[in-house]
């Protein structure tokens, strides 16, 4: 009795093993291609590094697809203040650390791209003048729309005329400021700003976007469209042109103009 147990526990494990040798074989034949983890997050933090048969296996994997929306969501990248006060070279010897370890060896090109933003140096300024209280300061900070933009290979191209147009949406936690960076029909670049307040009616508005190449600025003026608030747009001219001025991708920071 006992021994024609174990021949059936031997024969249940036998077939066991063959399942799992065989399901493994699937996916390790599935998954050949398939970016490591590592690559994965070095290419979220940092698109130009993206290979073209890398880009091409990708955007046509489920896996890696997924592999990759996790990393954009799961990595935390410093806070604007953190960012100024790295320019101002006030950060505590830890927060140093981890910013190097963040903008510098993983190359972080969302924070080197924001680092740039012609708003955030102009703070950095003001308050090295003793312009501007620490209060104040973190005030305007902390109301800032940050978002940041990577731009399929095919968009801007011959090719996009295939393809949807380009869109990307960046929205404050708060959820009252958004703004929408768009291609239009025309070909251009468009910006849509929205408010969901109606009182900031006249209120000016910031647009930067911020590539490698060149950081690009816009000022708009806030017009109510009643109860749901108010919006602006801006057009920053041929979606192509601005694109090759960008690079791969960009950080979007939208502000209110005090
Ligand atoms: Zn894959
Ligand atoms: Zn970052």
Redesign the pocket.
């Known amino acids: 009795m006992d021994d024609k147990k174990i021949d059936l526990e031997q024969e249940l494990k036998a077939s066991y093993d063959l399942n799992i040798k065989e399901l493994e074989k699937q996916y390790l034949q599935e998954r050949k291609n398939c970016l490591l983890p590592s690559r994965a997050r070095e290419l979220v ?1 940092n698109p130009s590094l993206w290979k073209k048969e890398e880009r091409k296996h990708a955007d046509n994997c489920p896996h890696c697809t997924s592999m990759l929306k996790i990393f954009e969501s799961q ?1 935390e ?2 806070s604007l203040l953190i960012l100024l006060l790295w320019i101002l070279k006030r950060l505590k010897p830890n927060e140093c650390l981890a910013m190097e370890y ?2 510098e060896e993983s190359n ?1 090109q ?2 080197k791209h924001l680092l740039q933003s012609p708003w955030l140096r102009s703070i950095a300024s003001l308050f090295q003048k003793g312009k501007g209280t620490k209060k104040y300061v973190q005030e305007r900070l902390s109301n800032a729309v940050v978002g940041y933009m990577q731009f399929p290979a095919t968009v801007g191209t011959f090719a996009s005329k295939k393809s949807k147009p380009f869109q990307y949406r960046a929205m404050h936690t708060d959820k009252i400021l958004s703004v929408v960076i768009r291609e239009s029909d025309e070909g251009e670049m468009i910006g849509d700003v929205r408010c969901s307040k109606e009182k900031c009616a006249g209120k000016k508005v910031r647009v930067e976007i911020l590539g490698k190449k060149k950081q690009i600025e816009a000022e708009v003026v806030l017009k109510s469209i009643g109860e749901q608030g108010c919006v602006a747009k801006y057009s920053f001219g041929s979606f192509y042109k601005v694109l090759s001025q960008l690079g791969k991708d960009a950080a979007v920071l939208v502000s209110f103009v005090e």
Do not use: K
């Open positions: 933090l990595i990248h410093p963040h903008v972080c969302r924070c």
